[in-house]
């Protein structure tokens, strides 16, 4: 069963665009959230994260926001770069889950000069 | 210099041989993990040690052998080599602690013949 889903498999923007990263849990014990960005023939790499506690995390061009009522993050990247062009994985984590992460599927979003 | 090693790159051999992969980080981190990335795309975990004492293990067949000879490496060996161990392996490392982020090595593409 899948407690992290990325029902996008890809998402197409323009350069300069908003990009706009949507995942959704099930599982109501988590309650801290990562996104890695992963480029062909490498390992993912930690983008951003938001604990529960919160309902907004900015980092430069990437914010994450938080739905815990909708089960429901998402990523904004603006402005797009063609460098953004990476599969985005969005994780998980339960209290009392130790350290297991929990991934999606990802959603490969291509950024368009 | 490389944070999060793992050799080799890729891996083709024939169903029933024993294989090992080898991962090592200088990152200095306490804790280090297996994920397996399979067809469908999902990373999911399969051990993480923590100063090289077995703190997750996964549902996971008995034909694979974690071995953590110091905190900065941790090796993964299958023996009895199926069809469905073909895969894509991550090696990552983190401080330690739930949210700590991963690090991930680049990957093992495992293609069993």
């Known amino acids: 069963d899948q407690q992290v889903k990325q029902n996008s498999p890809s998402l197409s923007v323009q350069e300069g665009r908003i990009s706009i990263l949507n995942c959704d849990y099930t599982n109501s014990m988590f309650d801290y959230f990562l996104w890695y960005k992963k480029y062909p023939a490498e390992g993912p790499t930690f983008l951003i994260s938001i604990s529960s506690i919160k309902d907004k995390n900015e980092d430069g061009r990437f914010t994450v926001f938080l739905n815990k009522s909708a089960k429901h993050l998402s990523l904004h990247i603006v402005p797009s770069q063609p460098g953004d062009s990476a599969v985005y994985f969005c994780?998980?984590?339960?209290?009392?889950?130790?350290?297991?992460?929990?991934f999606g599927k990802g959603t490969k979003l291509t950024v368009n000069p | 210099d490389t944070a999060v090693s793992q050799t080799p790159k890729y891996l083709v051999t024939q169903m029933g041989n024993d294989k090992s992969i080898k991962c090592e980080q200088n990152?200095?981190?306490?804790?280090m993990y297996w994920y397996k990335q399979d067809s469908k795309k999902f990373l999911k975990i399969m051990f993480s040690y923590n100063n090289k004492e077995l703190i997750i293990n996964e549902t996971v067949p008995n034909r694979f052998s974690p071995k953590s000879p110091d905190k900065a490496h941790l090796n993964l060996h299958i023996n009895s080599l199926e069809l469905g161990d073909s895969a894509v392996y991550f090696c990552?490392?983190?401080?330690?602690?739930?949210?700590?982020?991963?690090?991930f090595g680049n990957g093992t593409r495992l293609t069993v013949t």
């Open positions: 990552a490392s983190s401080q330690g602690g739930r949210n700590s982020p991963l690090h």
């Open positions: 990152l200095g981190h306490d804790t």
């Open positions: 994780a998980a984590s339960a209290l009392g889950g130790s350290e297991k992460l929990v």
